[in-house]
């Protein structure tokens, strides 16, 4: 019984290439190989191509943000684009397998209507394959998933050991309702619906079946680029965050298998850049540090560049553990703050983290590992002069600011608290960050306001770190643009600009200058905090 693992592909403004390994489907694969089965993985986001597409009409509300190009460093979105191969493309493959099992993953809710098209396109070319759904979004919204007639089973949670007693029960025709995770139709049109599939034991996680990877694309300075989980699930219960919300628990694997991954993935595959994509690698201190000693043991100095791009919680990271990182061949940190504010990090069920925040950056400076300080803006209740205050703050201390608009992740409490006052966005496609879907305490012209801003504020550490100083403000008179092909020239000229007035203008391929649609009292507050501060 052949089977087939899919990753769709996605519609949105941009894309991290190097984050979209599909870890998942290919840890799934390892254990239907291990039960026997034959697997073909194809990677739809596998491929440079990408092509503009109009933007959809639940989208338009974003047209007064992004409706024009902008070559600026202030720059936000603009064109929205189709990344992957075509659906004829994916059409031509599925039906060249002639597989008799098709498995899609669905992560996010944003892109779930891709998935379910590639649904569609399986049944159009192999009418008698199933098709299975699995990920975050048919986990938690299984039966908005099972409405579409092309999706004949849904696996809840974690796919490594229900996926291959689904197949094993096609096959043999056994009863599928003792298969954990499972949701199917009845007879008579319901919905049989298990409980998440959870892999208890972490010595049960199967290293990835890395050869099914198209490592001609995932490429990051000439060598291979992966992502590795060495742990699932988070201890934490911070209200917009799915996990916290989930039935997966907090499970850590062994050092010595999370060794063995990558030591395949270095020897076997060339990778020199890794990311690893847990939720919160740091949390557990001790077992975070036997893994960075057992990478600097077994591999030269600096031989790979490793990140974890989900986020490190300040309060993990010590001294010892800040330095062991820098060893292992970390050159940034990715810390994830929300926000500074003690009321917005009460409603975020998140302690305070300033002072271990303060002692990160400053251990992080003594190492020159490069920082990241992720913050949240425009959740429900979340005041916009709260962020602004956020930004603030963190234009005095070292490292860039990356700051992401809220958006409801199905599954969370601030998701469950949307939808019962009524205030979730009206398409599963609004549920992302660019997309703005908030309008609440922090509306969305304060909202891009602030994106803006945290763009300005980085632009100003860059000139500091260059030794340059920032411009002093001058008035926009004729409105000329005499340093279009310099960017930091061109910066400078805006920069002193908008210090004057309080307008954030931008600049097309062809030199002329408008003004974004922003805020002026949130940028005027801002100009007049952050005169006299010194910028980091």
Not at 191 to 208: D, G, L, R
Not at 355 to 382: D, F, M
């Amino acid at each position: 019984m052949d089977i087939l693992l899919i990753q769709p592909p996605v519609r949105d403004f941009y894309l991290t290439a190097k984050r979209t390994v599909p870890y998942g489907l290919i840890s799934i694969a390892a254990s239907l190989i291990k039960n026997g089965f034959s697997v073909q993985v194809f990677d739809a986001l596998a491929t440079s191509k990408n092509r503009p597409e109009k933007l959809p009409p639940e989208f338009f509300y974003l047209n007064p943000f992004y409706g024009k190009a902008d070559i600026s460093p202030f720059c936000l979105f603009h064109q929205y684009r189709y990344f992957g191969y075509g659906f004829e493309h994916i059409e031509k493959v599925i039906k060249g397998t002639k597989v008799a099992v098709v498995g899609i993953s669905s992560l996010f809710s944003a892109y779930s209507e891709d998935a379910l098209a590639v649904a569609g396109v399986a049944k159009k070319v192999l009418p008698e394959c199933t098709v299975v759904l699995g990920g975050h979004h048919p986990t938690i919204l299984y039966e908005k998933v099972m409405n579409c007639k092309d999706v004949d089973f849904v696996i809840r949670g974690e796919g490594e050991e229900a996926f291959p007693a689904l197949v094993w029960g096609l096959k043999e025709k056994a009863d599928l309702k003792k298969i954990p995770g499972i949701v199917f139709r009845n007879s008579d049109g319901t919905y049989f619906v298990n409980a998440p599939a959870v892999v208890k034991n972490p010595a049960q996680f199967n290293i990835p079946a890395m050869d099914l990877i198209k490592w001609s694309f995932y490429r990051r300075k000439k060598k291979g680029a992966m992502v590795v989980v060495s742990s699932r699930g988070c201890p934490m219960k911070c209200t917009y965050c799915c996990v916290a919300g989930s039935t997966i628990p907090y499970r850590r694997r062994s050092v010595e298998s999370v060794l063995e991954e990558i030591d395949i993935a270095v020897k076997k595959h060339h990778v020199g850049f890794i990311d690893f994509e847990d939720e919160n690698i740091s949390m557990d201190q001790k077992w975070f540090q036997q893994i960075l000693e057992a990478i600097i043991e077994k591999y030269a100095p600096q031989s790979l560049e490793l990140r974890a791009m989900n986020g490190l919680y300040p309060p993990s990271l010590d001294r010892h553990t800040i330095k062991l990182m820098k060893a292992a061949g970390f050159k940034a940190l990715n810390l994830s703050v929300g926000t500074t504010s003690v009321e917005q990090l009460k409603k975020f069920n998140r302690p305070g983290m300033i002072k271990s925040l303060e002692r990160v950056l400053s251990e992080a400076e003594k190492h020159k590992l490069e920082t990241v300080c992720y913050l949240i803006a425009g959740a429900p209740g979340q005041k916009a002069e709260d962020s602004l205050r956020d930004l603030i703050y963190l234009a005095q201390k070292p490292g860039l600011i990356g700051l992401s608009i809220f958006y409801p992740s199905p599954g969370s409490v601030d998701y469950n608290f949307m939808e019962k006052n009524g205030l979730l966005p009206q398409h599963f496609s609004l549920m992302r960050s660019s997309a703005i879907p908030v309008d609440d305490t922090t509306s969305r012209i304060e909202a891009v306001t602030l994106l803006r801003l945290s763009r300005i504020i980085n632009f100003m550490k860059m000139l500091v770190k260059k030794g340059e100083k920032i411009p002093e403000p001058f008035d926009c008179e004729d409105q000329n643009i005499n340093h279009i092909s310099d960017r930091t020239m061109l910066g400078r000229q805006l920069l002193a600009w908008f210090l004057s007035d309080g307008f954030i203008r931008g600049v097309t391929s062809h030199g002329e200058i408008y003004e974004h649609h922003i805020s002026t009292a949130l940028t005027g507050r801002f100009i007049e905090k952050i005169r006299n501060k010194k910028i980091q």
